[in-house]
């Protein structure tokens, strides 16, 4: 392995600061030089090493987005579907990652209930089971108080913050109803669904319920979403003309609107129009519901759709959260379950155009926060079972083109490939085997619906239980760098921005350049 000796760095660093960061535009013939893979390497080298010799702040503010079923492979991909391999999106510009291990206490490939207990609590859960400690049982009726799990929404609301979240889900499934309910099952989305396992609804209250009148969410600031059809009984129809699944006879939308009258003001929103007319400044409790079921993907979104773009949710989210009375910060969280979902379809290219979306989600949040006092978390709850084979040229559409060719049925094979869903039938014959991929793919007109190979039919394909991406920056964020638990990110939240008591040590400080010289040294010259 080939050492630089001091004078070599200390000469890289003095190039460097003289030229800042105006390297010239790379065109591909100068990844064939040496030099530029050299100098790459050590502008970051030493743009991470100025990170760490600023002052540390108390992460006043929280902002934690994730792209559900979002798996390194999925990133990969979507570089080169969404500029090119080297292509770089916004929240790998953060300026450190690691490595979560994602495990449920039962299962070892999680699903984003569990998921996100663990990295919204601090508590790793059993498997289906919504911020209940991992003695609960999936299924199990019961919400014994000592057994409810309390998640950094309490604890940031206890700190005087704001908090809200938006996602392109159900406001109630996935990591987001770990954030503000307790529930034995995550399907108990409604009261029906409670009554069907058998349980009593009234003590064994399903999400939405909580949602509206749990003692956390009755104080978010912002809400917004999908799953109408959790929040209003069968006897009535939502917007879009399908009726409700509530047994319960009751109206949780217009319920939340009465819990609010004459003391604040509220509003109700459930199309993009109305959200870009809002006056924020004159909102207190803003609650948006904009389908039925969750979200469409962002491919399907047309120019004049009531739906609105994740980016868009997130900005007037920060814009209700970042109001000058809100003195002591704000908590906001953001979920995209759409790209899980579209690998669940075995659909790629709907998965990588939805990380562009999320990315630009995201991209929209850390322009309007500073690093200073912010704490920015990316990351992906579950894995996915997308793989990525071959050896294709650079150039070539994955989904296009053939990686390769198989030594044993002389067929191509694409460079996706998906180890489960539903996708198995339409690359395989029961009487002939293995079916040629590009003929497949030629025979599905519009690209966005064509799928790639699954190994193993299913209705849906399962999530992959790799360890999941966590990319940080901001206050404290180095100490999500390396490799860890998922349930470590909560508690590294409540450290930075001292929330719960779990602050001990945290505090505004400047880290000795001596230290951390000598720590570069040892590191860059052993």
Request: net charge negative; charged share 20%.
């Amino acid at each position: 392995m080939y050492r630089w000796g001091v004078w070599e760095a200390l000469l890289s660093l003095v190039l460097i600061l003289m030229t800042g960061s105006a390297w010239m535009e790379v065109s591909g013939h100068e990844e064939h030089d040496a030099h530029y893979w050299k100098h790459m390497a050590h502008e970051l080298l030493f743009e991470k090493k100025d990170y760490t010799m600023q002052k540390i702040n108390i992460a006043k503010n929280i902002m934690v987005f994730v792209g559900a079923g979002m798996s390194q492979p999925t990133v990969t991909a979507a570089r080169f579907y969404n500029g090119g391999d080297n292509e770089t999106f916004a929240f790998e510009r953060l300026k450190w990652s690691g490595n979560a291990r994602s495990y449920c206490v039962d299962s070892r490939v999680p699903d984003s209930a569990c998921a996100g207990t663990a990295f919204l609590t601090g508590v790793k859960s059993n498997f289906g089971t919504v911020a209940m400690d991992p003695t609960v049982n999936r299924g199990e009726c019961t919400m014994d108080p000592a057994k409810k799990l309390a998640s950094i929404a309490k604890w940031a609301l206890e700190a005087g913050k704001a908090v809200g979240f938006a996602t392109t889900s159900r406001v109630t499934s996935g990591s987001n109803a770990a954030l503000y309910a307790n529930s034995p099952n995550s399907d108990w989305e409604n009261d029906a669904d409670v009554k069907a396992a058998g349980c009593n609804a009234d003590t064994v209250p399903d999400i939405a319920h909580q949602l509206i009148h749990g003692d956390l969410s009755k104080q978010f600031k912002v809400i917004l979403g999908g799953g109408r059809k959790q929040f209003i009984p069968t006897t009535e129809t939502d917007t879009s003309g399908a009726r409700g699944l509530r047994t319960d006879g009751k109206n949780l939308i217009t319920e939340w609107k009465q819990s609010k009258q004459g003391a604040v003001n509220t509003t109700y929103i459930t199309t993009v129009g109305e959200l870009a007319s809002l006056d924020t400044s004159k909102i207190d409790y803003l609650l948006g519901l904009f389908d039925y079921d969750h979200l469409p993907f962002s491919s399907d979104i047309a120019s004049d759709s009531d739906t609105p773009a994740l980016v868009r949710m997130v900005h007037y989210s920060l814009e209700m959260l970042q109001k000058p009375e809100h003195t002591e910060g704000f908590l906001l969280f953001v979920e995209d379950g759409n790209i899980r979902r579209a690998h669940g379809q075995n659909k790629p290219r709907k998965a990588f155009d939805q990380v562009r979306h999320y990315s630009n989600a995201f991209n929209m949040a850390n322009m309007m926060a500073s690093e200073t006092n912010t704490l920015f978390i990316s990351m992906n709850d579950v894995g996915s079972t997308l793989s990525l084979p071959g050896y294709p040229a650079r150039s070539t559409d994955p989904m296009a083109t053939p990686a390769g060719t198989s030594t044993q049925d002389t067929l191509p094979y694409l460079g996706l490939n998906y180890a489960t869903g539903p996708a198995h039938s339409a690359y395989y014959s029961a009487g002939t085997g293995r079916l040629d991929p590009m003929q497949v793919l030629q025979g599905v007109p519009n690209p966005l619906e064509r799928t790639c190979p699954a190994m193993v039919p299913m209705a849906v394909g399962a999530d992959g239980g790799e360890d999941v991406t966590v990319y940080a920056s901001g206050p404290w964020a180095f100490m999500l760098s390396g490799g860890y638990e998922q349930h470590f990110v909560a508690h590294t939240i409540a450290f930075a921005s001292c929330m719960d008591g779990a602050c001990d040590g945290a505090a505004t400080l400047v880290l000795s350049s001596a230290t951390i010289l000598a720590a570069l040294g040892a590191r860059l010259f052993a």
